[in-house]
């Protein structure tokens, strides 16, 4: 499980990642006409796991779980919210960032995937203010301490008290000798645009800084003084909410309890099934296609809700990943296959691609980004497997370009009647999904010769068999029948003998091909960095500034400099 | 000293970063018109440390001094060279990469110090083929493997001999499970454009990829059979000199021995002083100006050869900051201070933009770059005190934007008759010295105003005292004498008791403010992934695979992925 040290609390025997507001203990949602207050006043005794309390506001990973629910249902729920306030539900103190008994009892790989999951809950709060114009404002109204700040810095625009007191601080460095590695490193220099040396001065101080020069610094916007912040905030939420691309109108949709089922062999929902194979270390991902044809129009969506297919898959694929990484930590592989009805998939797409500008249909595609940037930052080998009667359509193809290899079957195979399998590529492998450095997995993929990706776009709306798509350079290979069962299964117990750790960074340094973002650079550059750190005894050892934080006693350092 | 397990060879009391053709035991040099070959034949017995044996054309630190001298000679000394081929010594072998033995018993310091400087000899030999038109072929007759292919990478051109045998490979993560860190992972799919799922395959079979499919998976450039591989390099070697911007005139300047004095205090060079203090743990770096001013002519210039102070001072500058980096790894800080008259240091600059056009002072500002480039991705605290009698002109002020952080004093030292200190910008500060990740320092430092740039540039030529200074966000902090000293000691105090890991993780992250390059990803991306792997046990534990490697016996691997 995710803790060596830790036992989850109230004999879980999972990590969760699915909740709604009636079970939060740590976040209240309010929604007043085009406004929405989302108060974070963590339960001190709500944590994960046991062994810690999540004294002033600091989180585990529950609380992030809380506040990614929060920020999807905001979309998905209220179509009319343009502001989101983020705010403390305490005294003088905003969020004091990651709990430190937390952290400091937790293996590696858990303090790995939470600062992966919490790096992803950020960039969630950036892609709804882009693109659902859901535009967030964070008020300070007292300490913002490392992850407590990175927090704000997610946000649009960061008020915070002018009292003497309320001040911003990554104390990180020179307090817990770790990283502020949730973003925060990136977005003070490359968002923010905080001078580098300024930034220097400003991670190495632990009380941070506060007043005027916060602004100065460009470390906050605006400052106000407690007599005149709450004014402040209702007038910046109207003038943010005026300026909202968001038109607001329309009825939410509820994000209703997905249908799932765990045991010793797997996760089944509806429509996806992960089948775990604990001996050879692989969890087999399978996609259904809908069996209905889409809606007439977009009312008919709105009617189905969260059942609509193209968001009732996406929503559970997401939890699938999700659980898989934190709950499955020695599987090896995840191998994607689908099945169904290919032409199900492609009305779908067709359904998302005509009614795009509708405000539900532009959540669902931004879901799929994120769905599918979450699995490009999955730390597991990635298989596509395209057999007879998959449906690797469109946004389903996408995984067989996500994949780190695809291995395609030519033909059909001996006593199985179905006809060979086929790609078939839309509009949705041309833009909306593109991977976190910018690029779509097409562009990314056709880095030696751009004018592939045209070539593949051509090809729209064509069954593409496993020779053409071959030489379309969208397999890794293609593979006949005589072939294929030897193939896989030798590729499957090589990579599963390596080891993970050279299997991450491999994966981590191919997969994102050319360019990067402030987004990449968070899971690249940030991310890279604070896991090597959180190897180091200097932080981790039975000596180190994490392990001896609260103690009283001064962490010792070996002062090698690396 | 840099290996815990090792112990120099020959008694050597430190690392050596300082060589000439005369001594090596790896290379040799041969210059024919205008292509030069550069043979690769490794003395099994010539390791730097005692305990392993650099068998198969393997190398450690010092072949890859031995290597950086020699593109750097060849760039100096031999203006007429426009090609240089890059070949083994060694039958039916290139280079079989890093020594594994040397990387097992190398301490983690030294395994990342290894690494970024053999990352920047293959940068330099890019540099030297993208602005002195000296372009690199590698011929590979035989296994070109792991940091063997990665040298060829680094190459315009790979040939490879089709003989059945000779291949190449990135074996790390299936035999060592490491990465091939020496740019490999990042050249491949960015500077070659391999299929990102090619390369996959690719990084995970030992046995590598040779003859057809090495072409058409643009892993090497073209094959030959051995009866013709000689007359395809010819051929290649004068198309490449045809092509080449290099004009091939002029004749090349010696780079003769440094003056260089070591003691127990620090290093000692004409130019430049490095004064050691073990007790704080900081290392003061004082560049002095030229004492004349600068020749009439380019004629003048090559007359003074080596010793031409702008020359001078970037070669012993450059063997510090490498001395330091890998025999001083207890030194937290680089503290930088200048001394003599700024004048001079302008009308040497002067000289440098006069004379851009001449292909040594072409050479000068390429050195200073990288010199500049080297110190930046410097894994210490990086400050530039701006003092009385200090000449922080041009060049010498790249320094200034170069640290984490700078003082500055404002007006005089009580008891001290010099002037106060000035900062002077030239043209070399807008320009000819950009970082690894595209951007001048100025254009980095001012990421949220682009226009401070240019408020910076209308200043050209005017002394700038500390409050200008401060005022234009030239310098960090403008101290006056009552406050000085205290805050730099408490600074420097404080800054050396922090864990030397943190402060790596935050400067790599601060220093490199927006977008990436190939060569930055290769210091990000793929450089920090591989530092995690360096401390996974995995890889260095006592079951690790670097630790079993030719024991017979197989690594034992913790299979949870992180």
């Known amino acids: 499980m995710a803790g060596e040290d830790r036992v989850l609390a109230n004999g879980a025997k999972h990590i969760d990642f699915q909740t709604d507001p009636s079970r939060y203990r740590h976040w209240k949602i309010a929604v007043d006409g085009d406004v929405a207050t989302l108060t974070m006043d963590v339960d001190e005794n709500g944590g994960l796991f046991e062994g810690y309390q999540l004294k002033l506001n600091s989180y585990d990973l529950g609380v992030d779980i809380e506040l990614a629910d929060a920020v999807q249902r905001l979309r998905f729920e209220h179509p009319e919210v343009k502001v989101v306030v983020v705010r403390s539900g305490k005294n003088r103190v905003f969020c ?11 293996t590696h790989a858990h303090k790995v995937n939470f600062c992966k999951f919490t790096n992803e809950t950020r960039n969630g709060l950036e892609d709804s203010s882009e693109n659902s114009g859901q535009k967030f404002i964070s008020v300070v109204n007292g300490t913002a301490a490392g992850g407590g700040y990175e927090l704000a810095l997610a946000t649009d625009h960061i008020m915070m008290a002018d009292d003497g007191s309320a001040a911003v601080a990554l104390p990180e460095v020179p307090l817990l000798a770790v990283l502020p590695g949730t973003g925060g490193l990136t977005r003070v220099v490359d968002k923010r645009k905080v001078r580098r040396d300024h930034a220097d001065y400003f991670c190495t101080i632990e009380e941070g800084i506060k007043g005027k020069r916060a602004v100065q610094w460009r470390l906050v916007d605006e400052i106000a003084p407690n007599s005149k912040l709450e004014a402040k905030i209702a007038e910046r939420a109207k003038e943010f909410a005026a300026g909202s691309k968001r038109n607001g109108n329309g009825k939410g949709i509820a994000l209703t309890p997905l249908h799932r089922k765990i045991d010793d062999n797997g ?38 809700g969260a059942d609509f297919w193209s968001l009732q898959v996406a929503r559970e694929l997401d939890d699938a990943i999700l659980h898989l990484r934190i709950n499955e930590l020695e599987i090896a592989m995840l191998v994607f296959k689908s099945h169904g009805d290919g032409a199900m998939v492609a009305a779908y797409d067709d359904f998302l691609d005509k009614n795009k500008d509708h405000w539900l249909v532009n959540e669902i595609r931004h879901y799929w980004k994120r769905v599918l940037k979450r699995i490009d930052v999955t730390s597991r080998t990635l298989v596509t497997l395209v057999e007879p009667g998959s449906c690797f359509v469109g946004t389903l193809a996408e995984l067989v370009f996500a994949a780190d290899r695809s291995y395609m079957l030519v033909g059909q195979k001996q006593g199985d009647n179905r006809p060979p399998p086929a ?97 990449s650079k968070i899971f690249s550059r940030l991310t890279a960095w ?19 934080y609260g103690t009283g006693e001064r962490a010792q350092f070996d002062m090698t400099r690396v």
């Open 530 to 548: 604070q896991n090597w750190i959180f190897q180091r005894p200097n932080a981790v050892g039975e000596n180190g500034a994490l392990r001896r």
């Open 267 to 304: 996760l089944h929902y509806d429509f996806v099934d992960v089948e775990i194979n604990r001996a050879q270390r692989i969890a087999t991902i399978s996609i259904k296609a809908p069996e209905a044809a889409p809606p007439a129009d977009v009312d008919g969506m709105i009617g189905q």
């Open 423 to 519: 790609i078939m590529l839309n509009a949705m492998n041309f833009g909306p999904y593109p991977m976190s450095h910018g690029l779509t997995r097409l562009q990314s993929r056709f880095q030696a010769d751009p004018s592939q990706v045209d070539d593949a776009k051509a090809k729209i709306g064509e069954s593409l068999d496993a020779e053409t798509a071959e030489e379309l350079g969208l397999v890794t290979f293609a593979l006949d029948d005589i072939d294929w069962d030897d193939e896989v299964r030798v590729f499957f117990e090589e990579r599963t003998s390596f080891s993970p750790d050279s299997l991450t960074g491999m994966e981590a340094n191919l997969r994102f091909v050319g360019p990067e973002t402030m987004e």
């Open 96 to 106: 004091a960032g990651a709990n430190i008994r937390m952290l400091a009892g937790s």
